[in-house]
């Protein structure tokens, strides 16, 4: 079979396609202090003050179900936001979660646009000339893999336009906002991260910190009634001693909880995971004591059979990111 025919056709396109988005990917973005077009849902210039989307409360805002559909996918955010962030704020689980989906895809946008930028430069200037016809397929293949990643940008590009640094500066209320209704992902992200999720943001809002002291408790209590392995992969975490991070500063070092979350942690577990958490185990019951083990297995089986189901080692597998769909 002869590749080197369509590869050179697919290499003109794709030298076209990558022309193209490299070209808007120079175009300016809209300045820091620009006006949203929606009036009274931003800052003004020379105010970064963004809308809160949540109340700094330790009380789970109650959920309103709406009767009106969600915007179609991929309608641009400029013209979804206000209503998204309305809806939101009255208690519409849906719209949180997809205001702050969309945030996120907005909020990285530019780091993909240099990313895939400089790959599709690298991928489209390889030669060709000498290559076995296994590594043409494989070239073929990675260029592609490389339209189809423009295509998602440009549809992001277009979600994103006109969408400033006030709209963008709500990302991290928004993702409390959805987690405080019942977003299992923005709740892990949420616990896990918090406004350190967007430092440049967190540097002009300190009190964001202060939101997530008020907001995280009422989120912990919430996922453990659930039975989400999630947080308890959290908690295992940062109540171990040393750990680093948000929550673990907010809960403090404990090794006897530390040891609690890890048990029911390893009662969930599926069996090849086993092995090495009792190894764990074994490591954290000898710095407590015998009384203190058997009221932590007590409490750890107890709250299983009540709460919790399913893999924990699915749920939350080790090295996890739980803030994934706000940095994929």
């Not at 989906?101 to 200037?125: H, I």
Request: aromatic share 6%.
């Amino acid at each position: 079979m002869n590749y080197r025919s369509p590869l050179i056709v697919c290499v003109g396109l794709v030298v076209v396609l990558a022309a193209y988005f490299l070209g808007r990917a120079q175009a300016p973005l809209p300045p820091a202090d620009a006006k949203s077009e929606v009036a009274g849902t931003t800052a003004s210039a020379g105010n970064k003050e963004p809308k809160k989307t949540f109340a700094a409360t330790n009380k789970t805002i109650a959920r309103a179900t709406s009767s009106s559909a969600l915007p179609a996918v991929d309608a641009p955010l400029k013209n979804t936001f206000a209503d998204l962030q309305a809806r939101a704020a009255a208690g519409d689980a849906a719209a949180a979660t997809r205001l702050s989906r969309d945030l996120g895809r907005c909020s990285r946008l530019r780091s993909s646009l240099w990313k895939n930028g400089g790959a599709a430069n690298d991928l489209v200037g390889r030669k060709t000339d000498g290559m076995t016809e296994a590594q043409l397929r494989t070239y073929q293949i990675l260029l592609d893999s490389m339209v189809q990643r423009q295509q998602e940008t440009q549809k992001t590009k277009d979600l994103c336009a006109d969408v400033d640094d006030a709209m963008l500066a709500a990302l991290v209320p928004s993702i409390a906002q959805a987690a405080q209704l019942g977003d299992v992902d923005a709740r892990a992200c949420y616990l896990s991260r918090g406004p350190s999720l967007d430092a440049r943001t967190l540097l002009d809002h300190p009190e964001f910190l202060q939101d997530y002291r008020s907001a995280a408790s009422s989120m912990i209590d919430a996922g453990l009634g659930a039975g989400d392995w999630r947080v308890v992969g959290l908690l295992t975490s940062a109540y171990e001693p040393g750990a680093q991070g948000l929550l673990a500063g907010l809960v403090g070092a404990d090794p006897v909880q530390h040891y609690r979350y890890l048990k029911l942690y390893r009662l969930g577990a599926e069996p090849f995971r086993a092995t090495s958490l009792d190894r764990q185990l074994a490591a954290a019951a000898a710095n407590l004591t015998p009384a203190q083990t058997a009221d932590a297995d007590a409490w750890a089986q107890s709250t299983y059979e009540k709460n919790f189901k399913g893999p924990s080692t699915a749920a939350a597998p080790p090295g996890w990111n739980p803030c994934a769909f706000a940095e994929g």
